[in-house]
């Protein structure tokens, strides 16, 4: 079978420690009937929903909950003290409103990417939470849930890899790297570049370059799987070394128009028309001069 401890070492728990655990914490006393937030281990989201107890079992905490998933009826089994998955649903008028769960504004304000989690922010996730986390390898941006957190430090998997992928990250290393769960990987372009498309150029600076070098890129890749602003650059160094990396296109701190002085000939954006060479000789680590 697949199911096995190495593909999700989560299924697996010391004997009885689940199925004959009786429910100890604040939701101990729910029954049947009950409404509560459920957010389904199986879910490649970190959305909470509200949810029914509809069979609570004799023998330990297992409930199983009715919930609805993309409009589809489905039940799963939880236990009452399973934070990560349940807790109490506060106002129960409201389709979306659970209790110590952090929530963010879907209303993205142009020319405003600012999508920092701050110290104070991140100190109060935990377990089950969701991040943005950003790859320092290439610069990409994945949804990310927490499986462990101990101070500045935490395991992550991605929700949309396999568990190979996951790691452990320090918030103290680089803060940068870490997001609002959602504010950059579902967030659509919509400042000056949100038109670009791939074969644009631009004006770039690496978030790795410490020297904070703008220079002249070239969009090979937009992000079209989740509708976000993301995309791939590619650039180069004086010596014709090719660079590939992620970043926003409302991150206006590593991507901007190119200067209107260094155009020459025009596309539709005002970008240099065959300005790369097999071997990136024409487009080298140029200085830009850019005038904000």
């Known amino acids: 079978t697949k199911d096995n401890y190495s593909l999700n070492p989560t299924h697996f728990a010391k004997y009885t420690s689940v199925s004959h655990r009786q429910a100890t914490e604040s939701l101990s006393g729910y029954k049947s009937g009950q409404e509560v937030a459920y957010r389904p281990a199986v879910s490649t989201n970190c959305k909470w929903r509200r949810g029914k107890i509809v ?3 004799t023998d330990s905490g297992q ?28 106002n129960k008028s409201a389709k979306k409103s659970v209790k110590n769960v952090s929530k963010r504004s879907n209303k993205k304000p142009a020319n405003n990417y600012n999508p920092g989690l701050s110290k104070k922010k991140w100190s109060k996730l935990s377990k089950g939470d969701c991040i943005d986390y950003r790859d320092p ?38 803060p940068g790297n870490f997001a ?5 990987t579902k967030a659509a372009a919509t400042g000056a570049l949100a038109n670009y498309k791939v074969n644009d150029f631009v004006n770039y600076r690496p978030d790795t370059d410490h020297k904070g070098k703008w220079r ?27 660079y590939k990396r992620w970043t926003h296109l409302d991150n206006d701190q590593e991507i901007k128009a190119l200067p209107a002085h260094n155009h020459g000939n025009q596309n539709n954006h005002g970008h240099v028309q065959n300005c790369c060479t097999h071997n990136g000789a024409a487009m080298m680590d140029q200085d830009v001069n850019l005038i904000d």
């Open 216 to 242: 002249r890129a070239q969009i090979i890749k937009v992000d079209t799987k989740y509708g976000s602003g993301k995309v791939r650059v590619e650039y180069y160094d004086w010596i014709g070394n090719s």
């Open 63 to 90: 409930v199983r909950i009715a919930f609805y998933e993309n409009g589809q009826k489905a039940e799963r089994w939880t236990h009452l003290d399973h934070g990560f998955e349940i807790r109490e649903l506060v």
């Open 55 to 57: 069979e609570r079992d």
């Open 180 to 184: 609002i769960y959602g504010a950059v």
């Open 137 to 174: 390898a290439n610069g990409e941006w994945a949804a990310a849930r927490i499986l462990v957190k101990m101070g500045n430090k935490a395991k992550i998997t991605y929700l949309h890899y396999n568990s190979n992928y996951d790691t452990i990250v320090n918030f103290k290393d680089k």
